[in-house]
């Protein structure tokens, strides 16, 4: 294989997101960058074709080589899509990061409809379990191994309130990563998940007003209080997670695998 490593992230393509800030530190590192996310057009919860061509750009502008592909990681042919698109560009892939979920599905648990569970199920957990399977075809192939690092969430391993689909989706990533890890490691394939305590992207500012109304609080009142209850005093930065994405993609790491790492200032020890 030839040219610098290649590192995808699902769910890129939202200017703020977790996904920009991401690629956007690996590409620091000296990876070709792959921008991904659905094509939501006319859905105001999700990405679209123009706003991922933007953070793509964005990134480009900063001096990376980017690589702008949609897909949705519910459809084993849309990923499958992705990645040949990506070999045939790109020749490789290095790094895949599985960021994409959904968690704007937030209700008390009787409310929750068969297509909201269905829908958070298959983006949050089937779309990395997809992209997994396909992304580590190429990587063994190459005889280089990789890196996949999952972005779970504090919700991995405890439960919140009226955030059962995204919690039982996220614990599932674990369990996935856990796995994973065994299936793919004599491979040189890694396998890990990142568990970030609350992060206010443009996903985080939605969770920020529905849990701020529901405790009867105003969003700077449920902001300071959840910062008091960190023992680090303040709340997580994107940043703060794609530095953790940018150690487990590093030589540095290449004898970690399995693990789900907190990066939550102390609010989650286990």
Not at 105 to 121: D, N, T, Y
């Amino acid at each position: 294989m030839t040219g610098a490593k290649v590192a995808v992230c699902t769910g890129s393509g939202r200017h703020g997101g977790l996904g920009e800030a991401i690629l956007s530190r690996l590409g620091k590192e000296g990876y070709r960058l792959v921008v991904t996310d659905i094509d939501g057009e006319g859905a105001s919860q999700l990405a679209n074709t123009s706003e991922m061509e933007s953070v793509a750009k964005a990134l480009s502008a900063e001096g990376y080589e980017v690589l702008c592909h949609p897909c949705d990681v519910r459809s084993p042919d849309s990923v499958t899509a992705l990645f040949d698109h990506i070999i045939q560009q790109f020749g490789r892939v290095d790094v895949l990061v599985n960021n994409a979920g959904i968690g704007f599905v937030m209700k008390h648990s009787r409310e929750v409809s068969p297509q909201e569970w269905a829908l958070v199920i298959d983006v949050t957990l089937s779309g990395v379990f997809f992209c997994t399977q396909t992304a580590a075809k190429y990587m063994e192939k190459s005889g280089h191994g990789g890196r996949i690092i999952n972005i779970a969430s504090q919700a991995a391993k405890s439960g919140f309130p009226h955030m059962a689909p995204y919690c039982a989706a996220k614990h599932g990533v674990i369990g996935l990563t856990r796995t994973a890890a065994i299936d793919y490691g004599a491979a040189g394939i890694t396998v890990n998940a990142v568990c970030p305590n609350h992060v206010t992207t443009g996903l985080g500012s939605a969770q920020n007003a529905y849990f701020s109304a529901f405790k009867g609080m105003t969003e700077e009142a449920y902001l300071e209080e959840m910062a008091a209850r960190i023992p680090m005093q303040r709340i997580g930065q994107a940043g703060d997670t794609a530095a953790m994405c940018a150690f487990l993609a590093s030589d540095d790491a290449s004898f970690i695998t399995g693990e789900a790492i907190n990066v939550s200032g102390g609010e989650e020890m286990h």
